[in-house]
């Protein structure tokens, strides 16, 4: 497990503000976007794989933070249906109470976790509705349903980015639709 260890020690020194990034994204709160990347690390490392760099432990990592953060929504969605009747879920959060409340993060929050984890593969990770298809393990179709529910509810704070005050530009690739 020796030379693992300088892969870990590559991937902390190198790709950690990505990843936490990637896992903002995914989640749409920064402690729980670390969280994430944390345990997709032990998760990844914990079984014996040969890995040789950090970039190749770099996408190791990014495919287990997507499949924490699905399956950490199914469980809640499975949770809340089978206990609504007994518990009773609060709207507020303590990190917005203390930080208070930052429209991205709250934007993101409020969609579900393979609507944020199709919006990180297609425009964090710049793959096609097919790639992210094949990589959520979905047909095209629900790929593309998630992304329009996702423009749907974030257009308002798109619409309000694009006019900003401070006159900064936004660079859409070519051939993308929005």
């Not at 040969?50 to 199914?74: H, K």
């Amino acid at each position: 497990m020796g030379d693992s260890t300088s892969v870990v020690e590559e991937l902390y020194r190198t790709a950690i503000p990505r990843l936490c990034a990637y896992g903002f994204l995914l989640t749409g709160s920064e402690s729980e976007g670390e969280e994430v990347v944390q345990a997709a690390i032990v998760k990844t490392f914990s079984r014996h794989r040969r890995l040789e760099d950090a970039a190749s432990a770099e996408a190791y990592v990014r495919a287990a933070m997507r499949t924490l953060v699905i399956d950490a929504g199914r469980r809640t969605t499975r949770w809340r249906r089978v206990m609504s009747s007994q518990v009773t879920l609060g709207d507020g959060r303590l990190e917005d109470q203390v930080a208070g409340e930052d429209e991205v993060a709250r934007a993101l929050r409020e969609l579900l976790p393979r609507v944020r984890v199709a919006v990180a593969l297609r425009y964090s990770d710049d793959l096609t509705t097919a790639e992210v298809a094949i990589r959520m393990g979905v047909t095209e179709g629900a790929v593309k349903k998630y992304l329009f529910t996702a423009r749907e509810r974030l257009g308002a704070w798109l619409q309000a980015t694009e006019t900003d005050s401070a006159g900064v530009a936004v660079r859409v690739a070519k051939g993308r639709a929005r």
